[in-house]
């Protein structure tokens, strides 16, 4: 079964520096790749999806990227501020597969010391 | 304002005492889906609905029944509650399916005593 692997400890750094963090899944290649944001007690927030043929997108500060081959996205956010703190969670589509669903991963906490 | 709404916030219930929590979306979206969260799990799908009356199982429906009979709501229904279905649940609507940005209520905490 599609599986995905978030690094399940906390990412701590500093502010201004910029935050990376990886997503990994198995199997086959999703058709579009998403980012979320969650603070504690509320729900996901869409950052930004990019599709199979897509290497990067870009939005603000924020930069996603795809690798198929390695079956790997990066999630890049640049001059990091403590705003930024929170859990950050990829989601990949089934639908390729011929699932009609979403699967998400268990999340990367981020803090944003300053 | 477009939004997801849930209610209830939170819910403390009995073993077997049945209940339903309620979704609307304000955003005329088709698709609309129930997750539960639990720590280490991320989130998982439990049903999901691609329009009024068309409903579907998601990775984790047992125990759970969903209706879709107007296209602004979607409740999900614990027939008898256990203590396993304590969880966060979270109900989401997508204006395209279910492989495009999810929009997400705010959350519904339920514990199972």
């Known amino acids: 079964s599609q599986k995905i692997e978030q690094n399940s400890e906390a990412l701590n750094i500093q502010e201004g520096k910029t935050a990376t963090l990886t997503c990994n899944y198995t199997n086959y290649s999703p058709a579009y790749l998403q980012w979320y944001r969650q603070d504690p007690g509320r729900g996901p927030v869409f950052l930004l999806l990019i599709r199979e043929n897509e290497k990067e997108k870009r939005k603000e500060r924020l930069k996603v990227t795809f690798d198929t081959t390695l079956k790997q996205s990066l999630f890049h956010i640049t001059a990091s501020q403590p705003a930024d703190s929170a859990t950050y969670l990829c989601a990949l589509d089934l639908s390729s597969g011929g699932y009609n669903k979403l699967i998400f991963g268990a999340g990367t906490r981020l803090a944003v010391h300053p | 304002e477009a939004q997801v709404t849930q209610n209830p916030r939170y819910l403390i219930t009995v073993t077997g005492k049945k209940l339903t929590v309620t979704c609307s979306q304000n955003?005329?979206?088709?698709?609309m889906s129930w997750y539960r969260q639990d720590p280490g799990l991320g989130l998982r799908q439990i049903y999901y609905s691609m329009n009024v009356e068309v409903t579907d199982k998601g990775d984790v429906p047992e125990g759970y029944k969903v209706s879709r009979k107007e296209k602004r709501n979607f409740p999900l229904i614990l027939e008898s509650p256990s203590p396993n279905q304590t969880s966060l649940y979270f109900c989401a609507s997508t204006p395209r399916g279910l492989a495009y940005e999810q929009y997400f209520g705010p959350g519904t905490r339920l514990t199972v005593t």
């Open positions: 955003m005329n979206h088709e698709y």
